[in-house]
């Protein structure tokens, strides 16, 4: 039998190698296409003969590339598997630090009012900073959007009895019919790589991701 399973986990791994080296090479192309377009966006918009509201728009665009670009280079850290920098983290932390981050996010957040009930007794988390704070961005990011830029943005924090960190991101609003794509996928991934979970409950009023996470 392992004579025989031997060449499909060769297959298998060439398969994996493969699109590995797609992906590197696609999101290297796309990131020097992504660069040209942004700068020439700068240019235009730094034109002075445009008017404000076409210089807006031109913002609002170079804004968007760049998320792409932030897109591109997570799908290139998703082929890889890119290792993890593990440190006693406070979840807190990592929330403020995304929630600044997205302020940078006008387009999608300006109107948006943030409401935070993050817990005083929260313990570490033995985690990546930057990976679980692009998890939050994200789902921040996802809730301003479903919210069509107007609304209500609630994080509450808690720690649970049985171990476990709970993380509540709610919306209040429209929402859009599914919380699905690549981001999301890669959000599951590495949650689930903390041995973390994440479920989504819809409401009339808008929709809460809650996110689970064990620590020590």
Known sequence: MQKEEAPLKETQAEK??????????????????????????????????IDNDAREGLNVIRSCTDRLSVIVNRVLKFAMNM???????????????????LAYYKEYSSAISIEKDLASDIPLIKSDFNQLQEVFLD????ACQAMAGEG?????????????????????????????????????????????????????????????????
């Open 16 to 49: 994996i190698s493969a699109i590995r080296e797609f992906a590197v090479g696609l999101t290297d192309e796309m990131n020097n296409l992504l660069i040209v377009i942004s700068g020439r966006l700068k240019l235009l918009a730094d034109q002075k003969t």
């Open 139 to 142: 789902l921040f990011l996802s």
């Open 152 to 216: 209500t943005l609630s994080i509450k924090t808690s720690n649970l009895a049985n171990g476990y960190i709970e993380i509540k991101i709610s919306d209040t609003g429209a929402k859009k019919k599914e919380r699905s794509g690549f981001d999301l996928l890669i959000c599951r991934k590495i949650i689930n790589n903390y041995n973390g979970s994440i479920d989504i409950e819809k409401g009339e009023s808008g929709t809460t991701v809650i996110i689970k996470l064990p620590f020590d």
């Open 83 to 101: 290792p993890r920098k593990l440190e006693n983290l406070n979840i807190n932390e990592i929330i403020e630090n995304a929630c600044i981050l």
